[in-house]
């Protein structure tokens, strides 16, 4: 297999930084409606479950404190594609 992109993320990586953290921890990742994008190195975030913007385009975890709701703290893939 040929990879143009050695500077991103490996399985082997990825595998040793999760390796950091319970394994029952929540792990998510922003969406897109369709594609593959590199994977960043992943970080550990304290969000929120956002009920009310559950969508196709809207995640179900927003960083923004929501009145009544628990924070979660999870680690989160980010996609190279310019979004932080």
Do not use: C
């Amino acid at each position: 297999m040929i990879d143009n992109y050695p500077e991103k993320i490996t399985v082997n990586e990825l595998i040793e930084f999760l390796k950091q953290f319970p394994p029952d921890m929540r792990v998510v990742t922003h969406g897109k409606r369709k594609g593959f994008h590199n994977i960043l190195v992943p970080e550990i975030r304290t969000v929120y479950r956002d009920e009310e913007a559950m969508s196709e385009y809207e995640g179900e975890y927003d960083v923004g404190e929501i009145p009544g709701q628990k924070p979660i703290e999870v680690v989160v893939i980010f996609r190279d594609n310019g979004w932080d």
